[in-house]
């Protein structure tokens, strides 16, 4: 099975002389999930971040399907075949869904109806409602918007940095069984995610990053199961969960109210 994405020995961060990647080193194959846990401040997004070129690389590097792209700018990225979704602010709201795919495409605006069908094919609620502005969409929605637009090129390899996080438990369970689903088309992903254990139960490999380093991997089931796994990360892994659960009780509720909106805007326009 070809390799397609490699980090070796990485070393990154954000401030001259302060490192949060210490020699981080993953592989993902061809058809891989990957998921990548770990306690908070662990560099799991910083990964992610030095992969997609948004932080420094200060040692170590990266290459896609053999070929070095340390360091390489976003632009560039993307038309080498890696998409990326990150956390926050993944959407544009105040264009249409139509209108956030095709700013996914602008490299190759030609391709966008054959691309355009499949993201559809994936997420039908895009289609079906693409002229909708994305602002106006729920976090689960804009979350599909979001993994929409990074699917348009095409990628060889998919970067999800908490696709769950903020969501309510229902679209936590959606969002999983879409990157699943994703997976499932052969998009290589490799997924950093705060729940542990959903991640670890559709991931077909992952690795645990601690203090920068990989200090686990495994198939995603053998980390389950794994006694020194559950006792060192999975029961404190879980607890970051259930507080970030309760400290975002607000953005839940908001996101439900969209739905209801949205609902109801759909109710009238019938």
Known sequence: MSVVLETKDLVAGYLPGVNILNGCSIVANQGDLIGIIGPNGAGKSTLLKAIFGQVNVRGGGVELN???????????LVGKGVGMVPQNNNVFPSLTIEENLEMGLFQQPRMFKERFEFVAGLFPELGKRRKQRAGSLSGGERQMVAMGRALMMDPSVLLLDEPSAGLSPVRQDETFLRVAE???????????????????????????????????TGTGREMLNDPKVIELYLGTLATDVEEKAKTSTNAVVGDESSDASESESKDESK
């Not at 053999?66 to 560039?76: F, N, Q, S, V, Y």
């Not at 052969?186 to 139960?201: D, H, K, P, Y």
């Open 182 to 216: 994703i997976n499932k088309h052969g998009v290589t992903i490799v997924m950093v995610e705060q729940n542990a254990r959903r991640c670890l139960q559709i991931a077909h490999r992952a690795y645990v990053l601690d203090q920068g380093r990989d200090a686990y």
């Open 66 to 76: 053999g070929e070095d792209i340390t360091g390489l700018k976003a632009d560039r």
